[in-house]
């Protein structure tokens, strides 16, 4: 399957500090949405970029999205323990209905 | 105001026999999804629902696995003669287009012996 890939897999940062977490994909796209999950069960939507912009602001969080790289960048600024989850990029396949979930990226803030 | 919910949160079961899984979403959202997460990896696709429509199934991995939605609301996966290697959280989510997020529920967690 066309899967999403996040790097790096996992991070451990203190609190305080910034976290940047990034995700590559492969096909064509209208959106890019970025979701946290805690303790392995639902995932909450954080962010959504659309195609034709560049960058996204909301609270703590900033997203960049290059699509000739084909690649999207989530940054947490001010990280807090309860930030500590795993992040994951979803594109919609090709533009369809279809999303592609990337491997994500486990973060750990430490306090 | 409640949120997509599942059941059950947890299931054990014994190789070969059969699984229901149960999905209610956001009240008034036509689309729905089911996606399988391994430990430790990602969501894969398992198929989607929208409206009347006939479902995406091409996510399904075999034909051990069935789903349906009645009456455009709840929904239920359905693993037949399950293996170990089903062994997984199953997370189902909900939209409502056009917007495009979805609200996940707490998944199901299952586990075949």
């Known amino acids: 399957s066309q899967q999403g890939e996040e790097d790096p897999q996992a991070l451990s940062i203190q609190e305080g500090e910034n976290a940047t977490m990034n995700c590559s994909y492969k096909?064509?796209?209208?959106?890019l949405q970025w979701y946290r999950q805690n303790s392995g069960r639902g995932l909450v939507h954080l962010i959504l970029i659309r195609s034709n912009e560049r960058e996204k602001h909301s609270g703590r969080l900033r997203v960049t999205l290059d699509t000739s790289k084909k690649s999207s960048s989530l940054l947490i600024t001010a990280s807090r323990a309860a930030d500590t989850a795993s992040y994951f990029c979803?594109?919609?396949?090709?533009?369809?209905?279809?999303?592609?979930f990337g491997t994500g990226t486990r973060l750990k803030v430490l306090a | 105001g409640a949120g997509v919910s599942q059941s059950p949160s947890n299931k054990v079961t014994e190789k070969g026999k059969d699984v229901e899984l149960r999905c209610d979403p956001i009240s008034g959202h036509t689309a729905l999804y089911w996606y399988r997460q391994s430990l430790g990896q990602g969501l894969e696709f398992l198929i989607y629902?929208?409206?009347?429509?006939?479902?995406?199934k091409s996510g399904l991995p075999s034909d051990r696995f069935s789903a349906e939605r009645t009456g455009g609301s709840v929904s239920t996966l359905t693993i037949q003669r399950t293996q170990q290697e089903d062994s997984a959280v199953y997370l189902c989510?909900?939209?409502?287009?056009?917007?495009?997020?979805?609200?996940f529920g707490p998944g199901t967690r299952l586990t075949v012996l």
């Open positions: 096909t064509s796209i209208n959106n």
């Open positions: 989510a909900s939209r409502d287009p056009p917007l495009e997020w979805q609200f």
């Open positions: 979803a594109t919609d396949d090709g533009g369809t209905y279809k999303y592609i």
């Open positions: 629902f929208q409206g009347n429509s006939a479902p995406d």
